[in-house]
């Protein structure tokens, strides 16, 4: 079948149907504007269905501490807007828990993301808006550099040109696609694992700049976290299950048997920084000490405990249990790695760390020696959840252009912004839920003004 279908005009089409997306046709419906989502997928919802908190730093000082390269002002149009995207989660009757700490520097709310995106899915319908899915986005209708809507292909292959106010790309990020992340992240990073969904493959990221957008900020990074190497994910459970946010705590080798990065800045750190490092690949190693008080123990309040190291080696990870550093020595030949150099390594970052001498590279949060046998051996890798990079936006998500002002009629939210992070993170659903509420705002005002 084929043709192309006129579709009456509407206040927000939105492209993407995921935390960003959901919730700006949601707002935009629930406040009398008319609404298309349009999602290639074949539900809604995209990673937000892997994920149970919205969370961000507390204060705009916290921000700029743990992100002193982002956008200030996308910072504080972040945590001015958070409160607001809590009560909104609630507004649905969506059970929305107490503050908890989050990652040592955040503070954030648990929930239930598959109550919020249905919610909001049945909000849009029962608002007179439409839902597409399995639908992808051709192009944008661009006019006089405004625009105006977007060609849209339906499952049977007729196109559907839908005209709007404002078009508010929400597609996830570029995490999906290899020439991409070769060309924004690392050479290496195609190679990585994906703990999200697979649809995220740069859609916004390609409409946005062919329409005017520009690209921001180069080098940003990406949001993931180490996983056993070798071990596919294959299963949406393992991106939680075998995530080692205990590296923090640990000490990380590469395949020289070099310690390269400061592990207690954040996993999230030490994945980005794996990623650059020969053959992507490295060990974490942690003693009993950091078993009994981290990998055995929740990682968030609220969250069940979990062993990672069993859960690892059942998935067929290379873990290994040594009972005293000359073990190092014994590291199999075939996992490539320097046995006895790591030992000595070991051995010289205790000795400093004992008698509080400098660390190179340091540790800034947690300089406790590794020296409680047994040691635990898990050769790890970095997974990528989604990308920092995308068309810079400004606090009311407008997309600009390189000159700095806003492409008319673009607007972009969750991981098809950028601009927000540079090679940090605090919180990945919080700016999808702000900013796609805040493109829900615009849209409105738009429509009334």
Not at 281 to 309: C, F, H, Q, S
Request: with cysteine.
């Amino acid at each position: 079948m084929s043709g192309t279908a006129r579709n009456a005009h509407v206040d927000l089409l939105v492209i993407g149907g995921g935390m960003a997306g959901l919730s700006a046709a949601a707002r935009t419906a629930d406040g009398g504007g008319s609404v298309v989502l349009v999602e290639k997928g074949e539900t809604t919802g995209g990673s937000a269905r892997f994920a149970g908190f919205a969370w961000t730093a507390p204060t705009l000082d916290e921000m700029r501490r743990v992100n002193p390269d982002g956008d200030p002002e996308l910072a504080a149009a972040l945590l001015d807007g958070f409160p607001e995207g809590i009560d909104w989660i609630r507004s649905l009757g969506v059970e929305c828990k107490p503050a908890v700490p989050v990652l040592g520097y955040g503070r954030g709310h648990q929930f239930d993301t598959d109550h919020y995106l249905d919610s909001c899915e049945r909000l849009i319908r029962d608002r007179g808006g439409e839902v597409l899915t399995g639908t992808e986005t051709r192009a944008l209708l661009v006019e006089d550099g405004a625009v105006k809507g977007a060609e849209c292909v339906r499952p049977d292959g007729s196109v559907r040109r839908i005209e709007a106010g404002q078009t508010l790309l929400a597609t996830g990020g570029f995490q999906g696609d290899s020439d991409l992340l070769a060309r924004h992240i690392h050479a290496q990073a195609p190679d990585m694992e994906l703990r999200a969904n697979p649809y995220s493959r740069g859609d916004g990221l390609r409409l946005g700049l062919a329409a005017g957008g520009a690209f921001g900020k180069e080098d940003a990074g990406f949001y993931g976290h180490l996983m056993p190497w070798g071990v596919p994910l294959n299963d949406s459970s393992r991106f939680v299950d075998l995530a080692l946010y205990y590296s923090e705590h640990a000490l990380l080798f590469n395949i020289e048997g070099e310690r390269f990065v400061d592990e207690t800045v954040g996993d999230h750190l030490n994945t980005i920084a794996l990623v650059e490092q020969p053959q992507a690949r490295g060990l974490l190693i942690a003693d009993a000490r950091v078993r009994r008080e981290w990998i055995t123990t929740p990682y968030v309040e609220g969250t069940p405990a979990i062993d990672k190291l069993e859960l690892c080696r059942r998935a067929g990870a290379r873990v290994a249990v040594a009972g005293d550093l000359a073990e190092f020595d014994l590291i199999p030949e075939e996992w490539g790695y320097p046995g006895a150099k790591i030992r000595d390594r070991i051995e010289q970052f205790n000795l400093r760390a004992a008698h509080g001498e400098d660390i190179t590279p340091p540790r800034a949060l947690d300089r406790k020696p590794i020296n409680e046998p047994p040691f635990y051996v898990i050769e790890t890798a970095p997974a990528i959840t989604y990308t920092f990079g995308g068309l810079l936006i400004d606090r009311a998500a407008r997309v600009l252009s390189e000159h700095g002002d806003a492409v008319p009629g673009l607007l972009a939210a969750g991981a098809d912004a950028g601009g927000l992070y540079r090679r940090a993170y605090a919180g990945g659903l919080a700016p999808a839920l702000v900013f796609g509420l805040t493109a829900a705002k615009t849209a409105l005002t738009e429509k009334t003004g």
